[in-house]
C-alpha cells in the first residue's frame, strides 16, 4: 500500500542530497566545527533506513549499502569536478559510517516500521 508512495519520496531524497551537495553555495542548518561531517552522517543513515524499509531482503539491503557508499564518493569527485565545493574523503567516511548505521538500526529493528504502518492503516 505504502511502497509506491515509499519508493517515491525515497528518490526525491536522494535527489535533495544530490542537489544539496553540489549546489555552489549549500545552507547551513548547522554552524560548528565539524558539522558538516555530522550533516553527512544524518543524510546517508537516513537514506539508509528509509529504503531498508522497502528493501528487506539482506541480499537486497546489503546491494543498497554499496549503491549509498557508491553514491556518496561519487557525489565527492562531481564537487572536485565542479570546483566550486570541497573534495573531502572525511565526507565519504562520513556517508559510509552513516549508511552502516542506518543498516545496522533497520537490522535492529526499526527496518519494519512501513510494515508496521501499513498494519496499523490496514486495521482501520
Sequence with gaps: MLRKSWLIAGWLWIA????????????????????DK???FIAYS????????????????????VALVAMGVAIEYLQRMGGYRMFEYADMLANTIGVTIGWAL???????F?????????QR
Excluded at 533497520?106 to 519494519?112: D, P
Excluded at 512501513?114 to 490496514?122: D, P
Design 16 to 35: 535533495l542530497v544530490f542537489y544539496l551537495s553540489l549546489m555552489p553555495h549549500p545552507p547551513k542548518p548547522l554552524v560548528f566545527e565539524g558539522a
Design 38 to 40: 555530522l550533516e553527512h
Design 46 to 65: 537516513w537514506l539508509m533506513l528509509w529504503f531498508c524499509q522497502v528493501y528487506l531482503e539482506r541480499k537486497t539491503r546489503f546491494r543498497l549499502f
Design 106 to 112: 533497520a537490522q535492529a529493528g526499526l527496518g519494519k
Design 114 to 122: 512501513r510494515l508496521k504502518l501499513e498494519q496499523r492503516l490496514g
